[in-house]
């Protein structure tokens, strides 16, 4: 494998990377500061592709990008409600808006099942135009999503350090604590995941604009991906403050990638991903326990040596 291939799969892995961070930043939202594990991850992100690419072939890829934020914002609100107001447990919940975006996104699709994008201008297509003849021309993918993600990485920041963001952390640590400070827990439980999935929808429009199309499938096992890029990043970048672990998820995003990216490369059959990404999650969450129990692991084998020897 020569210097300019593993160049071309390390950008590869970069750009999917960044587009699929903001899913990952979603859930950093949802599942670390919130405590909520949303398992509508899958449907949303597939929502916010096909109203993206809607939206694109009407002719408005700008306008894209703030549809798919929306719908994704309505999929988080309806969660929300059923965790909130109906008594549906959060996983329950997850699951069941999941099945029924399923439904709702074949028909804004149109009864199909592929959106094809060729011929239709996106984000992607106006920057590369607005680069081109400068040197960044033929990275014109990871420019968008750099912008994407640096955009969001700002926001997330400073929303989660205003009042209404410190009392969704306080909701997530403590909600006893936050009912009895007189704060809204479903107000601030409803917002955010208003907040995550908009994140959620804009990454399923930039990668379908990125592949130029969208289909009924492409949010298929992105609640793995996502959590599994979160404990990576939690391991690379845990400690510290909000920006600092926000930007210790993207870089586990891009690690999670870049895995991903080198199975592919060593021409690993593709049913065999999903398994990649089950090892990875399990390696992820498993990782820091056994590092904490491997000194006692360790005594225990000399000290079973040590009794063997004495035989």
């Known amino acids: 494998m020569d210097l300019t291939t593993v160049l071309s799969l390390g950008q590869t892995a970069l750009e999917l990377g960044l587009i699929c961070s903001l899913t990952v930043l979603a859930l950093f939202l949802s599942y670390s500061m919130l405590n909520v594990c949303d398992l509508s991850t899958d449907g949303c992100f597939t929502l916010g592709a096909t109203v993206g690419a809607v939206v694109a072939i009407a002719g ?8 798919a934020m929306l719908a994704g914002m309505c999929s988080g609100f309806v969660t929300a409600l059923l965790q909130t107001r109906m008594g549906v447990d959060s996983l ?3 699951i069941i808006v999941n099945t029924a975006l399923y439904s709702i996104n074949i028909a804004v699709m149109g009864g199909s099942s592929l959106l094809n994008m060729n011929k239709t201008d996106t984000v992607f297509s106006l920057m590369k135009d607005l680069l081109e003849g400068t040197p960044l021309a033929g990275q014109y993918k990871l420019v968008v999503a750099l ?6 990485v700002a926001v997330l920041t400073a929303f989660l350090n205003t009042r209404l963001g410190l009392s969704i952390r306080a909701t997530g640590n403590n909600p006893d604590m936050v009912r009895a400070s007189s704060i809204n827990t479903v107000f601030t439980t409803t917002v955010g995941l208003c907040v995550a999935n ?3 929808g804009l990454s399923g429009c930039l990668l379908a604009q990125s592949q130029k199309s969208a289909e009924i499938n492409i949010g298929t096992g992105m609640v793995t991906i996502a959590l599994a890029s979160l404990l990576i990043g939690r391991t690379i970048l845990g400690r510290g403050s909000i920006l600092t672990r926000a930007v210790g998820v993207v870089l586990g995003s891009f690690v999670f990638r870049l895995v991903y990216t080198v199975a592919l490369r060593l021409h690993m059959p593709a049913f065999m991903l999903k398994l990649v990404s089950s090892v990875i999650v399990i390696l992820a969450i498993s990782g ?5 129990q491997w000194p006692m692991i360790r005594r225990r084998l000399a000290y079973s040596r040590a009794q063997k020897g004495g035989r």
């Open 60 to 67: 408005h890829p700008l306008l894209a990008l703030p549809a």
């Open 198 to 200: 908009a994140f959620t």
């Open 288 to 292: 820091p326990y056994l590092k904490r």
């Open 92 to 94: 329950l919940s997850g």
């Open 147 to 152: 912008i994407a993600v640096a955009a969001v």
